[in-house]
């Protein structure tokens, strides 16, 4: 895992250029690809579909996950990354506005790594984001990082 690549699952324009500028504006120069829904999400990590060629051997240091999400949902996405031995331990933080018990519960016996709620407020929400960079491409130790 040479270069710490984050993938930004996410549906919502707005939500999809707060995230870009949060991470700017907290200097995390990390290359994001971002995937618009959760096929797109899919095809991306395993390296078919509009990514096909792509060395699916090079994964992402973190994925940032939205649950509602179009064509596939993200709670299935995180359970077929789990399914797959490519991609089973890559670190997925699911980042949404959903406040639902049920989607965190699920997230976690699904293999999240973290579950993030949205803040509303832009100022908590660059607070959150450094953290998760600085958590995510700094700090953790990855097993993906030794193949």
């Known amino acids: 895992m040479d270069e710490k690549i984050i ?14 500028r949060a991470l700017k504006k907290n200097n995390i120069q ?6 618009r829904d959760g096929a797109e999400a899919l095809d991306y990590l395993f390296g078919v579909g509009a990514w096909a ?8 240091a973190v994925t940032l996950l939205d649950l509602n999400l179009p064509k596939v949902g993200g709670l299935e996405v ?14 997925v933080v699911i980042l ?33 984001v450094r953290n998760l960079g600085l ?6 130790e990855s097993p993906l990082s030794e193949r």
């Open 53 to 60: 060629g792509r060395d699916a051997s090079k994964v992402p």
């Open 7 to 20: 993938l930004l699952v996410e549906d919502n324009a707005d939500d999809e250029e707060l995230t870009l």
């Open 135 to 140: 958590y995510w491409l700094v700090l953790n």
């Open 78 to 91: 995180l359970r077929r990354l789990r399914a797959d031995e490519r991609t089973e331990y890559l670190p």
């Open 96 to 128: 949404t506005s959903s406040k639902e018990e049920q989607d965190v519960l699920n997230g976690y016996k699904f293999g999240a790594n973290s579950y993030i709620r949205k803040p509303v407020d832009f100022a908590q929400f660059m607070e959150a």
């Open 30 to 35: 990390n290359d994001v690809v971002v995937a």
